[in-house]
């Protein structure tokens, strides 16, 4: 572990630890897997415009994401399963993020329950949620979340049907048990009779317009409600209106449709809609410090990180989850200070240029 020097060469070690068919699950995507490929390239054809005339001595990397300080503007996206990645699974990765002094986002279809990520101790953690076809389903999970002291209700929303993921199909998957549906009352849902916690995700939810759902979820919590799975401005407005907390751009990790534009291309858009009603995060591709700046220059409020946790939890449980929220901290400081930046807020969109910026007018020069 001591030879790693940056993020992505946790991907490596966690295939060679890995069985194939769980590997496949959390690296792969849907279909040709260019929108997989193109999260992460998209970072490169974003350049930097440093500013060097300035006193970086003292930097602050704080920031508040819904009414909560944090150490950092990087926070863990929710990922299923994690047992399958190391034993430890959801425990050490809630461990990770509270002694980080950041945000934990727990999946709905995790391998270990709400109740017993909250033992773990204090943090600040939100819960993801589907749109489930029983309402009462997505009821016992909120009531939970809220007892347990979770803080925010993460609304994934790309997922009227499941993508169609290749690597999954060839190594015919087979998921965890789900503990957070152990012991509820799944209506009449189409489940396993024989093992309803192993149920497919594509028989739990429902393919229908989540604006209802939204409004639905206020009358229940007093939560706030971020939506996951926008790309356009389209949605974006329509999230607005319908009373959201927080949009979080993202195309599950190209898991769904692919050829979508990547989420820091989509990223903007998204922004400019929301009109700073409400904050807008970015999920997917960061792997470099660097990467976070880019987002938070385009005018994310902050991002989310997935598979880097996944790949460092399987290559060295707790210890690897906490190597790289600290390497992307440390990154995203040398980045700040490199481009003339002392605070978050400093960051702007004058800090980069992309392909799609007008030419800028240089100043005249004298003769």
């Given amino acids: ?29 849907a279909e040709d897997q260019w929108t997989l490929k193109e999260n992460r390239n998209a970072f490169s054809r974003i350049l930097f415009r440093p500013r060097i005339l300035v006193d970086v001595s003292n930097i602050d990397l704080t920031t508040t994401v819904m009414g909560f300080k944090i150490s950092m503007p990087i926070m863990i996206a929710p990922t299923a399963m994690l047992k399958m990645a190391h034993p430890d699974g959801e425990y050490a ?8 002094g950041t945000i934990m986002t ?4 995790a391998t270990s329950s709400i109740e017993e990520v909250a033992s773990t101790g204090p943090g600040i953690r939100f ?22 002291g979770f803080k925010a209700i993460v609304l994934t929303v ?51 317009s989540v604006a209802q759902d939204v409004k639905w979820l206020q009358t ?17 407005k329509l999230a607005v209106q319908n009373g959201v907390a927080g949009i979080i751009v993202s195309n599950h990790g190209a898991r769904q ?46 991002v989310f990180i997935g598979r880097p946790v996944v790949f460092s939890l399987a290559a060295d449980g707790e210890a690897g989850v906490r190597k790289v929220l600290q390497m992307l901290r440390d990154e995203l400081e040398l980045t700040m200070a490199l481009s003339g930046c002392t605070s978050i807020e400093e960051i702007t969109r004058n800090h980069i240029i992309t392909d799609w910026d007008p030419p800028r007018s240089l100043p005249s020069s004298r003769l």
């Fill in 127 to 148: 819960f993801q949620l589907y749109v489930y076809k029983d309402r009462n389903v997505a009821a016992q999970l909120v009531r939970r979340a809220e007892r347990a």
């Fill in 93 to 100: 990765t809630a461990r990770a993020a509270s002694a980080a």
């Fill in 220 to 236: 229940i919590t007093l939560l706030p409600i971020l939506v996951k799975g926008v790309l356009t401005a389209e949605d974006a």
């Fill in 158 to 208: 790309d997922t009227p049907r499941l993508g169609r993921r290749e690597a999954d199909i060839k190594n015919r998957f087979v998921c965890l048990t789900l503990k957070n549906f152990e012991g509820l009352d799944l209506g009449k849902m189409t489940v396993d009779k024989v093992r309803p916690t192993k149920t497919p995700l594509s028989q739990l939810v429902k393919s229908a």
């Fill in 257 to 302: 449709l692919d050829y979508v534009p990547a989420t820091i291309t989509a990223l903007e858009e998204v922004v400019k809609a929301a009109e700073g009603r409400v904050p807008v995060f970015l999920d997917g591709g960061v792997r470099r410090g660097t990467d976070v700046f880019k987002a938070l220059a385009m005018g994310a409020s902050g």
């Fill in 106 to 109: 727990l999946s709905s279809l």
């Fill in 1 to 29: 572990m001591e030879e790693i020097t940056n993020v992505m060469e946790f991907e490596e070690i966690a295939r060679q630890k890995l069985p194939k068919m769980v590997y496949d699950y959390y690296a792969s995507g």
